[in-house]
């Protein structure tokens, strides 16, 4: 068994901003009612045409033209505050760790194909024709566990730095979770805020790991036992076997069956409908901050977004909290071993300047939130919302 063993990097901040190219222009289209398209070859390995992506997602986003990837797709009627590999959850495979979305078009865009960003619409997907268990980078520490959608224009193989890769992803690409929530099933409720990012990203690691098997890749990632340790929770490792037909996977004893059909190339291809980058961003208008998913129960958008910067700061207090006591606990098992007087005058100091260092920290996040909630509460009061439909959850 031959892995790609990745090492971490100790120039991630410095790294971060000579490599912010994956930051790559997208838009964030308006979106049309529907649900899935029929008619789907049955089985895996049927060999869909890609151009069946397009009409499969149209009904739950908007295809736009993008001059270096050319057609991509952008979800609409996402809720406040969505980002790829959020809704849904984490499941231990012979694949390794597998993405286990809500929704029911979630086995495409989430195993094939690759996630990118852009600042001024949001998050995009560029379609693929290779299946993986989930394509993102991991991270991880003694307190947190974290992972990245992996931006388009990366190939897998075997003697990729990976690590390299993931140094240049924006900040934003992270979702950053407790390592006890890690297996819960609504990871969305305890992801982290984006202004914890840079804090809790110097605190991980890299823990990309790959192997190659028999042309599929494996994604091991968060090593299981650190996983079990995390949660105090008994890993259940699943054998993945092939839906016959599209929707979330089901799950039956410990084999998850997932529709992953062979998707073979077709220059040919077209959308029905694409827009340009400029038409998709005019449609925008509040999307990235109030877009209430179908079902949703109605509320002025005001309160609506209200209650979930309340839910973002109760989230960032708790995990400043839990560093703050975990920092707490590292400096009383260093005064434990003190050994002269000389010692215990450096310690102390030592121990100050990490803790106001800590504050400081923490208070700028504190901040940056105070600001961005004040930035989505003006744009939501000066535009009404868009009108909710489209994207149901799996039930």
């Known amino acids: 068994m031959k892995y790609v063993r990745l090492v971490s990097s100790l120039v991630f901040m410095a790294a971060l901003a000579?490599?912010?190219?994956?930051c790559i222009a997208a838009s964030y289209p308006q979106a049309g009612?529907?649900?899935?398209i029929p008619g789907a070859p049955q089985g895996f390995g049927a060999g869909l045409d890609i151009g069946y992506c397009y009409d499969y997602l149209?009904?739950?986003g908007s295809w736009i033209t993008l001059d270096r990837y050319g057609y991509v797709w952008c979800p609409r009627h996402m809720g406040y505050g969505w980002r790829p590999y959020?809704?849904?959850?984490?499941?231990w495979s012979d694949y390794g760790w597998c993405w286990d979305s809500d929704y029911d078009w979630g086995w495409m865009p989430f195993h094939y194909g690759r996630w990118g960003w852009d600042d001024g619409c949001g998050w995009f997907w560029a379609p693929g024709t290779e299946w993986?268990?989930?394509?993102?980078?991991?991270?991880?520490?003694d307190l947190y566990c974290g992972w990245a959608p992996i931006p388009p224009g990366i190939a897998f193989g075997m003697g990729i730095d990976f690590d390299a890769y993931a140094l240049g992803l924006p900040l934003n690409f992270w979702v950053f979770v407790n390592g006890p929530h890690f297996l819960d099933r609504n990871l969305r409720r305890?992801?982290?805020?984006?202004?914890?990012n840079a804090t809790v990203a110097n605190r991980t690691r890299f823990q990309n790991r790959y192997e190659f098997r028999g042309g599929r890749m494996i994604n091991e990632g968060i090593d299981v036992n650190s996983i079990q340790r995390f949660t105090g929770r008994q890993v259940t490792r699943y054998t993945l076997a092939n839906a016959d037909r599209p929707g979330g996977p089901r799950i039956s004893g410990n084999q998850a069956?997932?529709?992953?059909?062979?998707?073979?190339?077709?220059?040919?291809?077209?959308?029905?409908?694409a827009l340009t980058p400029e038409e998709a961003r005019q449609q925008m208008g509040t999307a990235r901050i109030y877009e209430p998913p179908q079902g949703a129960r109605a509320a002025s958008p005001e309160s609506a977004i209200r209650k979930r910067q309340a839910q973002e700061q109760t989230l960032l207090q708790r995990s400043q909290a839990q560093e703050q006591q975990d920092l707490a606990r590292r400096q009383a098992q260093e005064k434990r071993n003190i050994q002269s007087q000389a010692e215990q005058?450096?310690?102390?100091?030592?121990?100050?300047?990490?803790?106001?260092?800590?504050q400081k920290q923490h208070q700028a996040e504190r901040q940056q939130m105070a600001q961005r909630h004040q930035r989505e509460a003006e744009q939501v009061k000066r535009s009404a919302p868009s009108k909710p439909q489209g994207n149901p959850r799996r039930k």
């Open 58 to 60: 149209a009904p739950y």
């Open 86 to 91: 959020a809704d849904g959850h984490w499941i």
């Open 345 to 358: 005058a450096r310690i102390d100091q030592q121990h100050r300047a990490q803790a106001a260092e800590q």
């Open 18 to 22: 000579a490599l912010s190219s994956f």
């Open 132 to 141: 993986g268990p989930a394509w993102v980078f991991w991270r991880s520490s």
């Open 257 to 273: 069956m997932f529709y992953r059909p062979a998707f073979r190339e077709d220059r040919q291809a077209r959308p029905r409908q």
């Open 190 to 196: 305890y992801c982290l805020p984006y202004e914890r």
């Open 33 to 36: 009612p529907g649900g899935p």
